[in-house]
């Protein structure tokens, strides 16, 4: 339906006249670009919100920004990103709620929250460091408060095996490791076995941080790190 005023649970739907586009939108009061969520179904709202499209098309200069503002009388039910689930290491999660001006309230003993209880402003993001559950609901003056959300992190660190030598990534994102190390495998700078943990470091001596992800083959090692990057150590007799 057109932007307006209704009752209740909205489903919003979005289109371009151009073929071959993309739409794009936003939920926050930015400005969509080619980053922002694909639109590929439609939007269901169960709270006050504005929407911001834009069409995307290559070869095509990006269409104008459509908004639609839709008040449902009712404030946006708090949404978590990136979702709750199991994690290796610690998140930063954004909580947020499509209603302009809304404030968002949490609680992290299952207890329902009020407007006594922490609050963050729309948009704002929460270190997730260990394994947490959020309870979380918006509110805004003159609207009647959301539904509450509820998203569940468990941060649980993560472990890969060699042949006989073990990774072990910590949920602050550091990464130990011990056993044969006669290739360099722990990545320690040296070829000296190891009984107990020791940091993994780059070739400066420097420790590395900042990890999400790892793997152990027989006699290397590789870690993915959150800017994107990948590191390997240890064997090198296949290019691996």
Same mark, same amino acid.
């Given at each position: ?20 586009? /993309?739409?794009?939108? /936003? ?68 909580v947020a709620s499509a209603t302009p001006g809304a404030t968002i309230h949490y609680t992290t003993n299952g207890q329902e929250p009020t407007e006594s209880d922490p609050a963050v402003v729309s948009g704002a993001t929460l270190r997730v460091q260990t394994s947490v559950l959020f309870t979380a609901k918006a509110f805004a003056a003159g609207q009647t408060a959301s539904a509450t959300s509820r ?17 072990? #990534? ?6 130990? &490791?011990?056993?044969?190390?006669? #290739? ?5 700078? /040296?070829?000296?076995?190891?009984? &107990? ?10 420790? #590395? ?11 290397? &090692? ?19």
């Amino acid at each position: 339906p057109a932007p307006g005023t209704y009752p209740g649970t909205q489903t919003i739907n979005i289109a371009s006249a151009t073929l071959g586009s /993309t739409i794009r939108y /936003t939920l926050d009061g930015t400005d969509p670009t080619g980053r922002s969520p694909a639109y590929s179904s439609p939007l269901v709202l169960t709270g006050t919100a504005t929407i911001r499209a834009k069409a995307f098309r290559h070869g095509y200069l990006a269409s104008a920004t459509a908004i639609g503002a839709y008040d449902l009388g009712t404030v946006a039910a708090p949404t978590f990103s990136p979702p709750g689930g199991a994690y290796a290491v610690a998140q930063s999660v954004t909580v947020a709620s499509a209603t302009p001006g809304a404030t968002i309230h949490y609680t992290t003993n299952g207890q329902e929250p009020t407007e006594s209880d922490p609050a963050v402003v729309s948009g704002a993001t929460l270190r997730v460091q260990t394994s947490v559950l959020f309870t979380a609901k918006a509110f805004a003056a003159g609207q009647t408060a959301s539904a509450t959300s509820r998203a569940d992190y468990r941060i649980t660190g993560a472990v890969a095996a060699g042949s006989a030598h073990v990774l072990a #990534l910590k949920a602050d994102g550091t990464l130990w &490791s011990w056993g044969l190390n006669s #290739l360099g495998q722990l990545g320690d700078g /040296t070829t000296t076995n190891r009984s &107990s943990a020791v940091q993994v470091r780059d070739a400066g001596s420097v420790a #590395l941080s900042e990890i999400k992800a790892i793997a152990a083959g027989r006699y290397f &090692s590789a870690a993915l790190k959150q800017d994107g990057t990948v590191w390997t150590w240890g064997s090198n007799e296949f290019g691996q």
